[in-house]
Each structure stands twice: as structure tokens, then as C-alpha cells.
């Protein structure tokens, strides 16, 4: 099992709930790409 992939993944999986619910919260208006 490799610790740095494990820690990638949730890093990426928080950054795409993190958007959700940036959009959920100001649908009228789109978040930048970070």
C-alpha cells in the first residue's frame, strides 16, 4: 500500500467535495479552476 497515493486521492476526493459544495452554496456563480 502506498501512503503518498492513499493521501493523493483523498486530497483530490476533499477537493471535489470542497467544489460541490462551493457550487451548492453559490449556484449563480462559477467557481475559478484552482
Do not use: C, F, G, T
Not at 460541490?20 to 449563480?28: E, G, I
Amino acid at each position: 500500500m502506498n501512503v503518498n497515493y492513499v493521501i493523493k486521492l483523498w486530497e483530490v476526493h476533499v477537493d471535489n467535495v470542497n467544489k460541490r459544495v462551493y457550487r451548492q452554496s453559490y449556484p449563480d456563480e462559477q467557481p475559478a479552476q484552482m
